[in-house]
């Protein structure tokens, strides 16, 4: 599939297989692919980071290949690790008199090469560059995001036994973070930005008509609309668009088309994760559904 | 741009406008933002401004500000028509209210609302020596005079105590701890396959992070500088968050990271408009909690409250704040600067209310206090769980 060639096409794409973004991701993908630099996309949880690269692979043709961060991630785990079971294997079934210079040349090949994430994003025969999601690079510590600053300057990786590898062509690099922690500036400074808020209204009901199709056009619409205002309610976690997804899926696999208020509080848990959140909503759950029907 | 051939000054113009508002604005950006510029079409205002948003912004909370320096500089909307005329020749600042008020903020152009405390009698030089200073250490900051401040900073930037570490995920070698089957492999596939010598490795340690909460409300202004330079000598050196409240929360911590400490005051008393006002405790901690927790609290922080427990809010709401805190901080140390005067009982509504969640209550009114603190903030255990 060729690239898209304007914000236009990119928006369209991004609608046609479900994701409803706004225009200023899609110019920022847009020049994220145009000027070759990697993407940061932040925001809370469940506002569809991830799932905006999931997607972009394939509006791109492309394969999707996923390193998610966790505190202590090394290059082991994200870029290369020798097979050292299966070395240790084939030294041991070497006959005595084998040269050792050889054999030694022999397992350190890359046929002994357990290939990680960033290597393969690097160092692959795609017809179209993959799209490297990093996902929750927040998550990771200090190290392993001064690895990823040199990796994604030169996209380039050494490994002492074989020698550099060069990617042959760009991934399309797409970062995520929930803001956990701050990410350095040097790493975002290689990066274009974009900053995914909550959807307005129009916005929410029209992503759950396109993600929870079982749900009926009014439900999605009171759902969209509760959830709108949670989010105006000074919450410990407040819910996101996954939420709502859940919620009105649950709500539509419960038979319902509309609201109420003994559907909404035993279902608040779709879209509340904090006890004393669920506890303080419960009180006031006819109001908002009042609320919600009217919007 | 062959068509705009005016448009790249004027670009550099409003990188330079971004620059005095804070945000990072450097030559990268300006190419980033330069080349962008020629895949969109720039007769599209919306587009033109995401494409410079995406380039120039890297953080959420310059968003605002950038959002503010657009409308000035491009203003009005139409990029062609009048791209980069200034304002505030012919027209007023064609800014929403909210917007403006994120500008100026960022330009620092409200009045200062911290007061210094000027203190203009002249105090003899004491000669510096041990017993001076063991003076200064154990007097009350509030008795403190201007000269004896400067004095206190250099002692507190040069405490002795760090921050105890604690055990992380990521694991480096050591003579003893679990064994690294990497690293033996490897030798072995050189010793033919043999198991010839045992690799171990052991967690890596790192200083826990620190987040201060500081209250400079009315109550606490004597001691709002002294504990504004305690701030920022700790910022200096250890993993710092630190907040200051009255009536609302304000993030601090970019201000503090100035080398130079009147900067960073004159920062921070810029960026602060409620200093000496009422106390909202229980406010300003569900703000924290809501707005800030998730963001500052992980790799088991410590989480440093210092205020006198004079609060105007709902002790209930207060409680509940503190009891969400403190499951999510590594341990809640309350600082309270009154607790060295001689009979002082912490009966206020506030203190009440707080104490039973507070892992610590230590006093924070001398230099020596502030070390006690260090002392034990130094002792603090590897372990994550410990409660």
Known sequence: MTAPASIDEVERRLRERRYIGDRGLATSIFLALKLEKPLFIEGEAGVGKTEAAKVMAEVLGARLIRLQCYEGIDLAHAVYEWNYPRQLLHIRLLGEGEDRRTAEREIFSSEFLLRRPLLDAIDNDDPTPPVLLIDEIDRSDEEFEAFLLELLSDFQVSIPEIGTIKAKQTPFVVITSNRTREVHDALKR?????????????????????????????????????????????????????????????????????????????????????????????????????????? | MPDRPDLLPRLGAFARLLHDAGLEAGPRRLTDATRALTFIDIKKEADFRSA?????????????????????FWAPPNPRATAGVMPGRTRSLPLSPERAVVWSNALGLSSSQMNRQQDTSIVPETSSGYSAEELLRHKDFDAMTWQETEQVRRLLEQAPWRVAE????????????????????????????????????????????????????????????????????????????AFVFSTRLTRITRLLRQRDLDRALASVSKGVHDFSGGTRIGDALADFNRHWARRVLGHGAVVIIISDGWDRGDPSQLTAELMHL????????????????????????????????CDDFLAAHNVQALDDLGRMLAGLDRRSARR
């Open chain 2, 52 to 72: 410079l948003r995406t380039a120039f912004v890297s953080r959420k909370d310059d968003i605002a500000t950038f959002e503010a320096a657009f409308d000035i």
């Open chain 1, 190 to 295: 290689r990066c274009l930005y974009h900053w995914i808020d909550y959807p307005n209204l129009e916005k929410e009901v029209e992503i759950v008509r396109a993600r929870a199709p079982e749900a009926a056009e009014g439900l999605a619409r009171e759902v969209a609309a509760l959830v709108q205002g949670l989010r105006s309610m000074e919450l410990y976690k407040v819910p996101g668009v996954a939420e709502t997804l859940d919620w009105a899926r649950s709500l539509a696999a419960l038979g319902a088309t509309r609201i109420d208020a003994a559907l909404v509080d035993a279902t608040l848990g779709a879209a509340l994760k904090y006890q004393e959140d669920l506890e303080r909503i419960r009180e006031q759950v006819p109001a908002l559904v009042e609320k919600a029907r009217g919007a």
């Open chain 2, 166 to 241: 604690r055990r992380t995920r990521r694991l480096r070698s050591a003579r003893s701890g679990s064994i690294d089957l990497r690293r033996t492999a490897r030798h072995a596939i050189r010793s033919s396959g043999e198991l010839v010598r045992l690799f171990r490795r052991r967690p890596r340690l790192r200083r826990r992070p620190l987040v201060l909460v500081c209250d400079v409300s009315g109550s606490m202004e004597r001691y709002s500088r002294l504990l504004m330079i305690f701030a920022h000598a700790i910022a200096r050196r250890e993993d710092l968050e």
């Open chain 2, 326 to 357: 403190r499951r999510s901080a590594h341990r809640l140390i309350w600082l309270n600067p009154l607790l060295g005067s001689k009979g002082y009982e912490p009966l206020t509504r506030g203190m009440v209310a707080a104490l039973p969640y």
